[in-house]
């Protein structure tokens, strides 16, 4: 199988033939021609990078919008575009709709899909309607709807050609992420945290939406997909029973550990990476424990769901710290010695390096220095505490308990870096890491559950570090030694995905609504417009008739602009998001517009 496997990456015809590896070899070869956009982080390594270099640092200065295209709707516009060939694939949040787009055609809608889903799913969506994408594989595009319904639309009509409902919006769970095509397998998560749901990574195949497996966040050993002697966790067998012995009773049927965030694919290790989210309750006093497998990253088989290896980076989170950030793939050196490299950028404000293949920890540091809950990761193989974080006890919301206000916790729960994936450059083997600079008051009380409603059990202030006004920077990192390189501050939170270039340029949003690009090796500002709302979409490009486009969605929204997005005024309102992010509302206002920039004609 892995020779089959290796062949599949390498584009061999003895893979090709291999019929459940077919729709693999068709994502994988059509996300290698930069001139498309067809899985959306870019690639399966989730770097967010392209080879095109028509638009770089010596020309971005003169970039010029080309189109724009009104969604029709409003609230958070999170994700970005598909673009395959000569169609761009456009959504939108709830309602999620999905627009075709005709570039040969002054941008002619080619059709439309508009589903029918109940409104109540609407309240029992945490941060906002957002959606963060579209998946394309054997001619269907996949959307992933608010109520949890997958559908596969047919590429050229819009026609549902299956559709599986993935979770059940009257427990609290539902779909805000984008799936991810890998093979023969549509693989996705579930949203649900703040509603005590039991989450899970699930695989339905691609051409009739038949369930293939589902792995667990906790639960029993059947349930979450490890084996006790082959699944690993720095590198030690996890064990029989890893997860249930981390719960107190059956706290983890309703233990959270939502799959909301971004999904990873190496082909030649055939393994999918992932990341799971916070616990629940957020009252940690009301499950002691560990918590596990709820804070982690995993790899896991896409063929069978079996999880390979697992590591926990916030175990009995007492935050909020979702886990569930991208997972960028590189090959780099380090100390001399070529590694295949995961890095993550947690919500928790490390930045982690790991080995993907096995899953061994090399590099876990803060990536803002303001972060204050732990003194840094154990990295002593020999210690009984290696790989866990050292909580200090004066941001301990456990030790001040319930009904106590714990105050200047430094990230706060939106965390360094919420969902807005980082991209990586081959060209300067760095990071780019659009990061929030925002520090809380958290204090815990007890909360009891019931099915369809919230389970928070917190009340949440949020604000921008002592002694500074600004709440966002936008850094460049080096992964193999974990520091920063350069940072550029932002007024407020970069709620927008990256994109890196061979041009040598790097483009993110702001909330104000700025399209910004800035020079990978320097940071320097090269390039800026403003676009006609906050921007919390991820920028990506594409070339079309031989010129190269830069896209972007705007529309203000997801947590950091719920207070605008919903309309709230009450500080603490928006899990503490609404009072921390008031002065938004003098820049910018709510929209759903695509921008679509160029050069101009040459003269």
């Not at 989450?199 to 084996?227: C, F, N």
């Not at 920063?484 to 909330?511: H, R």
Request: glycine content about 12%; proline content about 5%; hydrophobic content about 35%.
């Amino acid at each position: 199988m892995r020779k089959v496997l290796l062949a599949t990456f390498l584009g061999s015809a003895a893979a090709l033939a291999v019929g459940s590896a077919s729709a693999n070899d068709e994502v994988l070869k059509m996300s290698q021609n930069p001139k498309d956009w067809v899985i959306p982080a870019g690639d399966y390594a989730s770097t967010r990078y392209s080879k095109l270099n028509q638009i770089n640092a010596q020309n971005v200065g003169k970039l010029q919008v080309a189109w724009t295209f009104s969604t029709g709707v409003l609230r958070g516009h999170e994700g970005g575009p598909l673009i395959i060939g000569n169609t761009m694939y456009v959504h939108t949040p709830f309602p999620n709709k999905v627009y075709a787009l005709d570039l040969s055609n002054e941008n002619k809608i080619i059709w439309k899909y508009e589903p029918k889903q109940d409104p109540n799913v609407i309240p029992v969506m945490c941060c906002d309607t957002v959606n963060r994408g579209l998946a394309y594989g054997d001619g269907k595009i996949i959307l992933h709807q608010a109520d949890t319904t997958l559908v596969a639309l047919d590429a050229k009509t819009g026609q549902v050609a299956w559709s599986v409902k993935n979770g059940d919006p009257t427990k609290g769970e539902t779909g805000t992420s984008a799936a991810l095509v890998v093979k023969d397998k549509v693989l996705v998560g579930i949203s649900g945290g703040e509603f005590g749901v039991q989450a899970h990574m699930t695989a339905y195949d691609l051409k009739t939406g038949k369930l293939a497996w589902r792995g667990y966040s906790e639960g029993p050993d059947d349930q979450i997909l490890v084996d006790a002697e082959k699944t690993t966790a720095l590198g030690k067998p996890v064990g029989k029973d890893s997860s249930l012995k981390t719960w107190q009773g059956d706290q983890w049927k309703i233990g959270g550990g939502a799959t909301w965030g971004w999904i990873s694919y190496d082909p030649e290790l055939n393994l999918i990476y992932y990341g799971s989210g916070n616990p629940s309750t957020w009252n940690p006093k009301q499950r002691p424990g560990d918590n596990k497998w709820s804070m982690t990253i995993w790899a896991r088989n896409p063929d069978t769901g079996m999880a390979k290896w697992v590591y926990q980076m916030t175990p009995h989170d007492e935050w909020d710290y979702d886990g569930v950030n991208e997972m960028i793939l590189s090959d780099q050196q380090i100390n001399g010695q070529p590694r295949k490299l995961l890095t993550h950028f947690d919500r928790n404000g490390l930045g982690y390096t790991m080995d993907r293949a096995t899953g061994e920890l090399l590099v876990a540091e803060k990536f803002d220095p303001k972060v204050n809950w732990t003194s840094g990761v154990d990295m002593d193989k020999n210690s009984p505490t290696y790989g866990r974080p050292k909580v200090l006890d004066a941001a301990s919301t456990e030790k001040g308990g319930e009904d106590h206000n714990t105050k200047g916790i430094c990230p706060a729960a939106l965390g360094t870096k919420d969902e807005q994936p980082a991209a990586y450059s081959p060209d300067t083997q760095l990071f780019y890491v659009p990061t929030n600079h925002v520090c809380m008051d958290y204090e815990p009380f007890k909360v009891s559950y019931t099915a369809g409603q919230p389970y928070v059990g917190a009340t949440l202030s949020m604000y921008p570090p002592q002694g500074e006004t600004h709440m966002g920077n936008f850094i460049a990192w080096d992964g193999k030694t974990g520091k920063i390189v350069w940072s550029n501050k932002e007024q407020f939170s970069v709620w927008s995905g990256a994109l890196a270039t061979a041009g040598g340029v790097v483009f993110y949003g702001t909330l104000e609504g700025y399209l910004k690009a800035v020079d990978a090796k320097s940071g320097k500002e090269l390039y800026k417009f403003k676009t006609p709302s906050g921007i919390i979409g991820n920028v990506t490009t594409y070339e079309n008739g031989g010129k190269q486009y830069v896209a972007v969605l705007s529309g203000v929204g997801g947590w950091a602009g719920i207070g605008l997005a919903a309309g709230l005024t009450d500080p603490t309102a928006g899990l503490g998001a609404v009072g921390g992010y008031a002065a938004l509302s003098n820049y910018t206002a709510l929209g759903g517009t695509l921008t679509v920039f160029s050069l101009p004609a040459a003269n």
